[in-house]
């Protein structure tokens, strides 16, 4: 009845093992998606074929953050899986709500700055991390 | 739902964290069954049920028809 790999290695080190996993590629993610955004100004002077490599290469980091992700869901026992869930469920639907009557706004040149996708990741890691620490707090 | 995992744990002398460890959860899973803030799943409570030698019943009740 327990498909995780817990009782060869230990439930506990196994969590620490996928969370510590997570943070590599969350950390080299960040590395890349950096390197993406400044490279073309400061390091190779707007080369496209340099632009589209370290775009790929921050594609291929991601994919990985993403299994990476995914595995650490995993490892997670089912309470920390349900608040988990309950936390991206309401951050993927209040990023979808508010990111799109966001951009109405600005499509209908109510607001007068643009509507920039970074305002949309703030909104959601703040909704992730309001949610996940708010859930925590109940199950105590 | 109402549960004596607390009673059984304390038969034993084992901490939470004991228990945790025995079930393959974590120690705040534990405390939040216990406070019956979380619900097990029936994989879980089957578990539970083996370790202490009892049946599911035995230890988890429904809590309107208790």
Do not use: C
Request: hydrophobic residues 45%; aromatic residues 8%.
């Amino acid at each position: 009845m327990n498909d995780t790999p817990s009782h060869r290695e230990g439930w506990q080190t196994n969590v620490r093992r996928q969370t510590r996993r997570l943070g590599y590629w969350t950390a080299a993610w960040l590395l890349t998606m950096a390197i993406a955004n400044f490279g073309p100004k400061f390091f190779w002077d707007s080369n496209d074929l340099m632009t589209i490599a370290a775009i790929g290469l921050n594609l291929l980091i991601g994919i990985g953050m993403i299994v990476a992700n995914k595995d650490h869901l995993r490892s997670l026992d089912e309470m920390h899986q349900k608040i988990q869930l309950e936390a991206m469920g309401l951050t993927l639907g209040i990023g979808l709500v508010v990111g799109l009557a966001y951009s109405n706004l600005d499509i209908a040149n109510i607001v007068s700055f643009d509507a920039e996708i970074a305002h949309v990741v703030i909104l959601m890691s703040l909704t992730y991390l309001a949610t996940l620490i708010t859930l925590t707090r109940k199950m105590r | 739902m109402k549960n004596r995992l607390k009673v059984l744990r304390a038969e034993r002398d084992w901490t939470q964290a004991q228990l945790a460890e025995k079930l393959d959860v974590s120690r705040q899973t534990i405390n939040a069954i216990e406070k019956g803030k979380f619900d097990p799943s029936l994989p879980l409570a089957f578990r539970a049920a083996r370790l202490f030698g009892l049946s599911i019943e035995d230890i988890f009740q429904d809590q309107d028809s208790a």
